[in-house]
């Protein structure tokens, strides 16, 4: 064996030798990155939402900002930009700071499960009760999920939109779903209330044709008792005084008309016809009175009541504000059309 040959052997072993420790080398980068996330997702022990911030969206805001980048956007490794490029828990990161939430630190699929009770709640791993908006966890791989079956997200391909069995097949199980707090989709029936408008709505429709129903303004819980006691007249409790007239009825008395035993028989009859006489004037008379003054009493009756009534008009009279309701209102970011009740 000459010395050319044994130089070219060398040379071989040489070779294998670099490719073995550069496998090696990157094997154990890669155990070192992915226990590095494990050990930074442990350490997870704040206050319930303190690593998420933002305004309440709805999920389906954020699917359809997610579409916009479906076979558009490129994957690019540690990414979050929506612009040039986003690896998977980037763009789950990206989609939602367009929506106006910001995760803070919580970055990767690693811390995205670890925080997962404290930026939301894990639902579990059907995919059936998955909605959308709601963050899917896989091995090494994070997406959105949508309310069609089928899962946004970013992979070596690009952002793509596939379905369950797809991820399954390719990613592996699912590890948790998590809907976080500030994210909710509204359903028929569902009642809202928007305290810039001062206004509820009711949920009629979801889907292409969102639409709700104008169920009133809200009522100012601001006002004390005390305070709407002064200003607010019951007219059921105001008495209007009515005039009362006395009558005093005289009754006859046989006094003058009684006769002594001593006395004679016809002037007897005489002093009995004569009390006879005056007792039916005098009863006549009392008659007479009762009827005058039951006519002043019912005359005056009436009009204390024409009184009453002009009194109870005036104070049940009131302004009527005219609310003026929106033809289209914007809940959680959707624009819903508003119908009257």
């Not at 899917?136 to 997406?143: E, K, L, R, V």
């Not at 100012?220 to 009515?242: C, F, G, L």
């Amino acid at each position: 064996m000459n010395n050319k040959t044994l130089t070219n052997q060398s040379k071989g072993l040489n070779l294998k030798a670099i490719k073995i420790l550069l496998l090696f080398i990157t094997t154990a980068l890669f155990v070192a990155f992915v226990s590095f996330g494990h050990v930074q997702a442990k350490s997870y022990t704040t206050s319930k939402n303190s690593l998420i911030s933002g305004n309440t969206v709805s999920g389906e805001k954020v699917v359809e900002t997610a579409r916009k980048y479906v076979n558009k956007l490129r994957y690019s490794w540690g990414g979050t930009s929506l612009t040039h490029g986003c690896d998977c828990s980037g763009f789950v990161y990206a989609v939602y700071r367009a929506n106006g939430i910001d995760f803070k630190s919580v970055r990767s699929s690693f811390d995205m499960s670890a925080a997962k009770n404290i930026i939301g709640r894990n639902i579990g791993t059907d995919t059936s009760k998955a909605e959308a908006g709601d963050i899917i966890i896989y091995p090494n791989h994070a997406g959105l999920c949508t309310s069609q079956g089928t899962v946004i997200q970013c992979q070596n391909a690009g952002c793509r939109e596939q379905t369950h069995a797809y991820m399954k097949r390719y990613f592996g199980g699912v590890q948790c779903i998590i809907r976080l707090d500030l994210v909710k989709n509204l359903s028929s029936g569902d009642i809202v209330k928007l305290d810039k408008q001062n206004a509820k709505y009711q949920v009629v429709k979801t889907g292409r044709t969102n639409t709700v129903k104008y169920l009133g303004q809200i009522k100012n819980k601001n006002i004390t008792s005390k305070k709407a006691t002064e200003t607010t007249t019951d007219d059921s409790e105001v008495v209007q005084p009515v005039a009362t007239v006395e009558i005093n009825v005289v009754t006859a008395t046989d006094t003058e008309s009684s006769a002594t035993v001593s006395v004679a028989a016809t002037d007897a009859t005489e002093n009995t016809e004569i009390a006879t006489t005056s007792t039916t004037e005098t009863v006549t008379e009392a008659t007479d009175a009762t009827a005058t003054a039951t006519e002043a009493t019912a005359t005056t009756a009436t009009e204390a009541t024409g009184d009453t009534t002009s009194t109870t008009k005036q104070n049940t009279t009131k302004k009527v504000k005219t609310v003026n309701i929106p033809k289209k209102v914007k809940i959680y970011g959707v624009v819903y059309r508003v119908i009257n009740a």
